[in-house]
Each structure stands twice: as structure tokens, then as C-alpha cells.
């Protein structure tokens, strides 16, 4: 795969006349399946994108529709065929899940469905408009001070830990705070509570941490950094 399949391209005709083929970075959600498997230059395609939400190319900008999401998936860093995204580009990502095998029942039912899997019917569960309409909700969620405070004191602690040999960016403070918005509001709250920052916290910072050498002989891992960080930062009190 090249950057043109993900970005676009110009197509020519013999006449010299020119089109933009726009690709599939110009949809609402981009699936990446296997990312790691594509190569630094393709996977770079994504970074202007994913920051700046627009492309450009041939020094023609193209800004991207909106809402716009890239969701990507990743196999083990280390197999055969793998080419590790940058810590630039990791950090771009809001969120990282990591995923575990299914239970045997769920293997079960997948691979009694695999016929009707391989063939989806695919409907639109919502529409742009309201996906634009939840975020400006969203955005009405109060955040206290004491909670901003707390989200501060968690990025800067990593940043000064001893296992840590690069701390997260403020990217990673952002995450927080916007998605405990969220999950307030899936909650049905309007404000934010420190448990949804504990909630969060491994998944927005634990991809943005680099281990010293020397810890990761030890087998300290990302988690057991954050989770040692949760237990030593005061917890601030509620306030609706």
C-alpha cells in the first residue's frame, strides 16, 4: 500500500487535464486495520491527517469532512512483517485498548457465524449532524478545577518518575479531560468525577510513556507505572 491509496491522487488524461481521486482518508471513520503492517512512509500518510485534519498534495491542501476518526489496529510489535509506528504518531492517538482472546463460548459463536460474518450488512447507525450535535453536548459537561488539577498532577508525576525515560505530552492531559466528558455523560452526569479519570488514565497515557532501559529489565511495564502514579496522586473531593 502507498500514501496515494490512503490520501488520493491526481489522475491525468492524455490531454494534460487533471482530477483529484480522493482516498479514504476523506470518510468520517477511517478503519486501519493492522497498521504496523504498512510501512513508515505510508503510515506517515496518516499524521498530517490525523493532527491537522486535512491533507495535501502536490502543495494542494484538501481539508477532511467532519466528524472525523481514525481507528487503527496493531498486531504484537516485534512479528515478522511489522514496522513500529513513531512516538509522534502514537501520540496522535487519543486512546489505546488493548484486546485479549475471546472467551471459548465467544470463539464458539464466531466460528458458528463465520458464514454470515464474511458477509455483513452494513447500516448507518448515525449521521454526522448528530454525531456534531453529541460533541457540542459533550462540551457541556463541567470539569472543576480540583479535576483539571488532578489530571495535571497525574501527566506531570510520570513525567518525573524514575522509570520513565520520556513522560507524556500535553496530548495526553487533553485526552483526560475530553474523554471524562464523555464517559460522564454516558453515565449521565453532567460533571466529572475523579473515578472517570482513574478509569481512563491507562488508556490515555500508558502508549505515551517510554521505559528506561534498565526498568524494562526489571519488567516494569507502562501499567504498573500508571497505576503506582493513581495511588500516589491525591485524590481531589466532588464538586457537582
Known sequence: MMPADITGFYLYSPTGDSRFVDGPIFANVVLADELNR???????ALLEAMQENQVTIEKQTYPLTTPFM????????GAEGTYPLTDVQ???????VSSEHSPVDVEKEIISNIDRIDE???????????IKELQALV????????IVEYIVSIVDSLRSDPDVLAGPSIRSGIALFKCSRVLAA???????????????????????ILIKPEAEMDDVSPEMI???ILESVPVPGIEA
Not at 504498512?38 to 506517515?44: E, L, S
Not at 481514525?70 to 510489535?77: D, F, K, N
Not at 502514537?90 to 489505546?96: E, G, T, Y
Not at 455483513?120 to 448528530?130: A, G, M, W, Y
Open 38 to 44: 504498512t510501512t513508515p512512509r505510508t503510515q506517515a
Open 90 to 96: 502514537v501520540d496522535r492517538f487519543l486512546l489505546r
Open 226 to 228: 500508571v497505576d503506582r
Open 70 to 77: 481514525v481507528i487503527a489496529t496493531q498486531v504484537l510489535t
Open 139 to 146: 462540551k457541556g459537561i463541567h470539569v472543576s478545577p480540583g
Open 186 to 208: 454516558l453515565d449521565m452526569r453532567d460533571f466529572v468525577i475523579p473515578d472517570d479519570i482513574k478509569y481512563l488514565a491507562r488508556h490515555a497515557l500508558e502508549h505515551r
Open 120 to 130: 455483513p450488512e452494513i447500516h448507518p447507525v448515525s449521521t454526522p449532524e448528530e
